[in-house]
């Protein structure tokens, strides 16, 4: 069932964004100013064994300002906009994209890279909000992934193998492919995470 607009919905949904979001920035205030920037080693390095440990850090870590802030709206909104579903199915959402962005990151990106960044996640959110209502035939996700498309439709061009220095389109891709998993499979996957969490 979708997360009814209530004053207390809104209020706890705000809060797990703002949440996330301070830790982010915390994090790149703290690596900026007082480390020099050494907490970016933590990234995904492709096929390499310390890398793998990139999948867990990355998507907390940005290079620059400028990239922690490119994120930051687009992670607020369309979070937000998973967060309408519940909090079990945006946790089991970001989870889910979380872990195959970085797994596709880890697996196809060009070698001695490292790469970090929230756009996975992004773009995770982006497909998942926009499949959804395809696997789910309902009218409050019809109308979200609506409004979704015509607020970032031209996200899905980057997916596209790109060459631009500091892109990583493999983490768009298969946090996108991510995206689209979680919403084929999400009563089997809600499941798992119930089932875990009793365990």
Do not use: C
């Not at 889910?96 to 773009?123: C, M």
């Not at 492919?177 to 809600?190: D, K, N, Q, S």
């Amino acid at each position: 069932m979708p997360f009814s607009l209530t004053a207390n919905n809104v209020a706890t949904q705000a809060k797990i964004i703002g949440v996330l979001i301070t830790i982010i920035w915390m994090l790149e205030i703290v690596d900026q100013l007082l480390l020099q920037h050494r907490l970016n080693r933590l990234g995904i390095v492709p096929r390499t064994q310390i890398g793998l440990r990139g999948i867990l850090f990355a998507p907390l870590l940005h290079g620059t300002w400028n990239h922690l802030i490119a994120n930051t709206l687009p992670f607020a909104v369309l979070g937000w906009f998973t967060l309408l579903h519940g909090v079990t199915e945006f946790t089991v959402a970001t989870a889910v994209i979380w872990l195959v962005s970085g797994l596709g990151i880890w697996l196809f990106a060009a070698p001695n890279t490292i790469h970090i960044g929230a756009s996975g996640i992004i773009f995770g959110y982006f497909g998942f909000l926009l499949s959804r209502s395809y696997f789910e035939q309902e009218l409050f996700s019809a109308t979200v992934s609506v409004v979704v498309a015509l607020l970032y439709g031209p996200l899905i061009w980057g997916v596209l193998p790109s060459r631009r220095r500091g892109i990583s389109w493999q983490g768009h891709l298969f946090g996108f492919v991510g995206g689209i998993l979680t919403a084929r499979y999400l009563p089997e996957l809600r499941q798992l995470f119930e089932l875990l969490a009793i365990t």
